[in-house]
């Protein structure tokens, strides 16, 4: 089992504008541990998804893509209303992004409710996204993430920053950093990275963050430049797979991230020795098909990660 935590959400997304006429915005389920959860599950994987659902309308929408996608939902829904992302456009089509999470369902979490919500067999514990900026829940969070790792779980992490809504960046940043230490698979963007080991180029701070993690398995993607990973003391780049017609890149990062967990379920990995120990050839094979997902996800509308069998893996 993958137990997957982090925010869920309503992207609403504005259409190009129209002179004279109001906006119209398509609600879209979204969050990219969310997005990680539905694509780890599409590739035939067992994963619960530990985090709270509202009972409001816009809540049945993010249930009902979960369960299209044979996740389970693991907490209690709640009654507090679901949390939003406005991304609008204006006249040249460049977004702005106003986010309302303040009060909501995905940030009525515990210690005890996390505790209670993970399944019995959970072998990795999936953490990352808007959950881990501030509050209560990111305290719950990090104190789980802990208590997972001290129990012998599989802790992975993927930040997926988002800078807009960091208001005490030393805070944040303290804990992405307290988190990379216990963290046994971490995954980063270039832009993550960038952000959090400022005034230094990728190269540099790849290094700095890499000596401040102690992942078993390390892997820094690179967009349309491919990815890198590491493990033990092995290192390699893998390229990216062209993107036939580019729908958009939403949730790109969430599905490489996906399946990478369900390649380390598929091997029967279920401790960080093992993951220490991959050689060349096991990370390409991974790192290649996760880049194969993502950009059969960037070639469809939203986050629409494939299926097992798109992947040609029966």
């Avoid at 290094?207 to 003391?233: N, P, V, W, Y």
């Avoid at 598929?266 to 991959?278: C, H, N, V």
Wanted: aromatic share 6%; net charge negative; with cysteine.
């Amino acid at each position: 089992m993958i137990a997957v935590g982090g925010e869920n959400l309503i992207d609403f997304v504005s259409g190009t504008p129209v002179p004279g006429e109001l906006p119209r915005y398509t609600a879209n389920p979204g969050g990219a541990p969310y997005n990680a959860a539905m694509a780890a599950a599409r590739q035939g994987q067992q994963v619960a998804y530990l985090t709270p659902i509202s009972t409001d309308s816009l809540g049945d929408l993010l249930v009902e893509r979960l369960e299209e996608s044979n996740v389970t939902i693991s907490a209690p829904r709640v009654v507090q209303p679901t949390s939003l992302a406005v991304v609008s456009l204006d006249g040249n089509g460049v977004p702005s992004y106003a986010f309302h999470r303040n009060g909501t369902a995905e940030r009525q979490v515990s210690f005890e409710g996390l505790a209670k919500a993970m399944p019995s067999d959970t072998t990795i514990l999936h953490v990352g996204g808007l959950a881990l900026i501030d509050g209560d829940d990111a305290n719950a969070w990090e104190a789980f993430f802990y208590d997972c790792a001290d129990r012998g779980i599989l802790t992975s992490l993927d930040p997926n920053v988002r800078p807009a809504l960091v208001s005490d960046r030393d805070s944040y940043v303290a804990r992405v950093k307290r988190m990379l230490k216990r963290a046994d698979l971490v995954k980063l963007s270039d832009e993550d990275m960038l952000w959090l080991y400022p005034d230094m180029d990728i190269a540099a701070a790849c290094e700095a963050c890499r000596k401040d993690s102690d992942a078993a398995f390390f892997i820094l993607t690179r967009g349309a430049d491919g990815a890198d990973g590491f493990a033990g003391g092995t290192s390699v780049t893998v390229a990216a797979r062209a993107v036939t017609q580019l729908a958009d890149t939403v949730g790109a990062g969430d599905t490489f991230m996906a399946t990478i967990l369900a390649w380390v379920m598929e091997q029967g990995i279920t401790a960080r020795s093992d993951l220490a120990k991959l050689d060349v050839a096991a990370m390409e094979t991974a790192m290649m098909r996760a880049g194969e997902a993502a950009a059969i996800n960037c070639e469809r509308s939203g986050c629409n990660p494939p299926y097992r069998h798109e992947l040609g893996l029966g």
